[in-house]
């Protein structure tokens, strides 16, 4: 690598609204983030599937109403 032209990659904190502090390495010393792994909807398994009518049934309703008219 060439000097001087490079940033410094420094020890990172990453900091998320949940309070969870994440420790890395990274070109900012540290970073401010809304979620996290630890308070994710997804990966703590709380996520709700909001489809009031779904898609499968969608694609049938309006494949029955082309197939009617052919």
């Known amino acids: ?4 032209i490079h940033p410094q990659y ?4 990453i900091i ?3 309070g969870n ?3 890395t390495r990274s070109t900012r010393k540290e970073m401010h ?4 792994s630890a308070c994710h909807p997804f990966y ?3 996520a709700t599937f909001l489809d ?6 969608r694609f049938q309703k309006r ?3 082309f197939a009617k008219k052919s």
């Open 10 to 13: 420094v020890d990172a904190v």
């Open 44 to 46: 703590t398994g709380k």
């Open 21 to 23: 502090r994440v420790k």
């Open 63 to 65: 494949y029955q109403k």
């Open 52 to 57: 009031t009518e779904g898609r499968v049934e």
């Open 33 to 36: 983030i809304n979620t996290c």
């Open 16 to 18: 998320c609204a949940c």
């Open 1 to 4: 690598m060439k000097a001087d």
